[in-house]
Nanobody, 125 residues
Framework: QVQLVESGGGLVQAGGSLRLSCTAS????????MGWCRQASGKQREVVAA???????NYEASVKGRFAISRDNAKTTVYLQMDSLKPEDTAVYYC???????????????????WGQGTQVTVSS
């Protein structure tokens, strides 16, 4: 079984910063893309940022220049540094990991996907 453990959420004033982390553990042969999504109350879940195994990054337009995603492959951890936070960033943030459980899965391109439990980020005005 693969587990994702998130941490780093909380309450912060507008303009402040938070750093989220998400560590994957368990039966993992290789990790592909890692990312963060968020879901505000009453809204659909949206992708915030993603980072490939090679380090390429992509961001949702509203967070570009304010958020930075990174990963530590040795620790199988993905981070989301969030600066200049705005009240509209308030949401539950979920990490998402695409991975291969075995070499066989890797060889035949059969990835699995796992979501974290979510961590609340609240930005007050």
């Amino acid at each position: 079984q693969v587990q994702l453990v998130e941490s780093g959420g909380g309450l912060v004033q507008a303009g402040g910063s938070l750093r989220l982390s998400c560590t994957a553990s368990g039966s993992i042969f290789s990790i592909n893309t890692m990312g963060w999504c968020r879901q505000a109350s009453g809204k659909q879940r949206e992708v915030v940022a993603a980072i490939s195994s090679g380090g390429s990054t992509n961001y949702e337009a509203s967070v570009k220049g304010r958020f930075a995603i990174s990963r530590d492959n040795a620790k199988t951890t993905v981070y989301l540094q969030m600066d200049s936070l705005k009240p509209e960033d308030t949401a539950v943030y979920y990490c998402n990991v695409e991975f291969f459980q075995s070499y066989t899965d890797y060889r035949f391109r059969r990835p699995d996907e796992k979501w974290g439990q979510g961590t609340q980020v609240t930005v007050s005005s």
